[in-house]
């Protein structure tokens, strides 16, 4: 039976904007690897009631419960009082708490301000949570709503606190009660390109159904889609044995619109490429404005760029578009030298095609010339970034098929 857990990020900094919590997403991360499944992130602003309402839904859906925030000593910190209302305890002064508290001040040579001694109140029946480098020790308590057992771990909200105790009490607490050996949960994650999402659900419907074993999700960043295949197991190879087939599976299905696997972007595979073939290449750019260039020179131990520019202004459009940007490329690769030149032109809508914005990307290599005509449309904020993507795709291609 898999253990479940939910996540509850505390403060108005994180619910107005102001702060992104990272603190979720590392202890989810963390909880991954010994197969406890995180079905729920709650963030909830400094205000008692809703504090309260979370605590209380989270004990009764879920069987683990990580807090971080709200156990500094000021008005709003909120999570000791929250949790022992959602429970229906009192809260307690720990002692010991409390004279750990006051050593740590001692040790600052500072007194301790009266306000201070709250970090030592506990929901009765807690355990602590030693916090070596910070006032606010942790909440540890079991419960049981509505006949569900669950835990909640309650933790500071600054990451460097926070991880130690994760790492020195909380994780082992969780581990040892686990109803068997701690399993892992991985993730392998394959790349594609040139295609949409909805394109490719069709062409995978038995793969990403809801209830299949492992699971895969998809996600698409600026016309990147990545495909997540979700394992748990006793160990890595255990994991790799159950996702391995469906990644086998994904490739047969999908072909050449996978291009890579893990942090791979299309600038990382076309750069090995470069580099495994020993090639160059030369690039001049209009619609993306040096984005395929900057993608290139920002890879670490890439030399294989020979030349970048930006040309505003510069159009290929009409019925001379094609002669003229295969002129200027194959130009562009001999001056250069190189061996591989590109040009992204700029945007043009012709009057046929129901007026699509289009830009035309042209890619000269020794046996000729690629011209590829792309449509510039979609969101904006991707246009740029998509538009390189579709050259350096077609550059993947070329070389694929060398």
Not at 69 to 96: F, H
Not at 200 to 222: A, M, N, W, Y
Not at 281 to 304: C, V
Request: charged share 20%; glycine share 8%.
């Amino acid at each position: 039976m898999t253990t479940t857990a939910e996540i509850i990020a505390i403060g108005d900094e994180l619910t107005s904007g102001q702060r992104l919590d990272t603190n979720s997403q590392w202890i989810s991360e963390q909880l991954g690897t010994i197969g406890v499944r995180v079905l729920f992130h709650t963030t909830v602003a400094d205000d008692i009631n809703s504090n309260i309402a979370a605590f209380h839904n989270a004990v009764r859906r879920t069987d683990v419960v990580i807090c971080t925030g709200g156990l500094g000593p000021t008005a709003d910190d909120l999570t000791r009082q929250s949790i022992a209302e959602a429970i229906g305890l009192p809260l307690i002064q720990d002692d010991d708490a409390l004279t750990t508290i006051k050593a740590m001040f001692s040790r600052r040579d500072r007194e301790m301000p009266e306000r201070n001694v709250v970090q030592a109140l506990f929901p009765e029946g807690s355990l602590v949570i030693p916090n070596p480098h910070g006032t606010a020790p942790g909440i540890d308590l079991k419960v049981t709503a509505d006949d569900h057992s669950s835990r909640i771990f309650a933790l500071p909200g600054v990451p460097a606190e926070m991880k130690e105790m994760w790492k020195d009490t909380v994780l082992p607490r969780i581990i040892d009660s686990l109803p068997g050996p701690p399993a892992i949960t991985t993730h392998k994650r394959i790349k594609c390109f040139g295609i949409g999402e909805s394109d490719l659900e069709q062409r995978l419907p038995d793969i990403i159904k809801r209830g299949r074993i492992p699971t895969v999700g998809i996600t698409v960043s600026k016309a990147t889609i990545t495909l997540r295949i979700t394992a748990s197991g006793a160990n890595e190879e255990e994991c790799h044995a159950i996702s391995q087939p469906t990644a086998d599976t994904i490739h047969e299905i999908l072909g050449d619109l996978v291009f890579g696997y893990g942090d791979d972007e299309l600038q990382h595979v076309v750069a090995r490429q470069l580099e495994n073939t020993n090639q160059t290449i030369a690039i001049q750019e209009t619609a993306t404005h040096g984005q395929l260039s900057q993608w290139l020179t920002e890879l670490d131990d890439f030399d294989g760029l020979t030349t970048a520019s930006i040309r505003p202004g510069q159009r290929y459009e009409g019925d001379d578009a094609t002669t003229s940007i295969t002129t200027d490329v194959v130009e562009l690769r001999k001056t250069s030298e190189s061996d591989l030149a590109i040009i992204i032109g700029s945007i043009v809508t012709p009057s046929h095609d129901h007026g699509i914005p289009v830009v035309h990307v042209a890619l000269a290599h020794e046996g000729g010339v690629i011209h590829r005509t792309v449509n510039y449309t979609g969101h904006p904020d991707i246009l740029v970034s998509r538009t390189a993507k579709q050259a350096l795709d077609i550059i993947r291609h070329h070389l694929l098929s060398g």
